[in-house]
């Protein structure tokens, strides 16, 4: 079982910047892909960015070029800057872990950008 861990979500203004990483501390083997999904209150949840284990990327038209996903394959570790933020971009931010056909999910942070 892949148990991924998120962090640097927080509650920033409009403009600013922000850096989440995910983990999956203790497994052993290389994720085949990682991505960053976020749902806002009464949204679907949304793709944000993905990146494969060979480093190809995927962003969302919403955020592109504002947020770059990047990913250290060897220690299972994404991220994701997210620059010049803004209020329609508050959500929880879920990482997501691919392992063969199975799909793993963190706990998800919070992202609040104020006006």
């Known amino acids: 079982q892949v148990r991924l861990v998120e962090a640097g979500g927080g509650w920033v203004q409009a403009g600013d910047s922000l850096i989440l990483s995910c983990a999956a501390p203790g497994w052993p083997y290389r994720l085949t892909a990682m991505g960053w999904y976020r749902q806002a209150p009464g949204q679907q949840l949304e793709l944000v960015g993905s990146?494969?284990?060979?480093?190809?990327?995927n962003h969302a038209e919403s955020v592109k070029g504002r947020f770059t996903i990047s990913r250290d394959a060897a220690k299972n570790t994404v991220y994701l800057q997210m620059n010049s933020l803004k209020p329609e971009d508050t959500a929880v931010y879920y990482c997501?872990?691919?392992?063969?056909?199975?799909?793993?999910w963190g706990q998800g942070t919070q992202v609040t950008v104020s006006s």
């Open positions: 997501n872990g691919s392992a063969g056909v199975c799909q793993y």
């Open positions: 990146i494969t284990s060979s480093g190809i990327t």
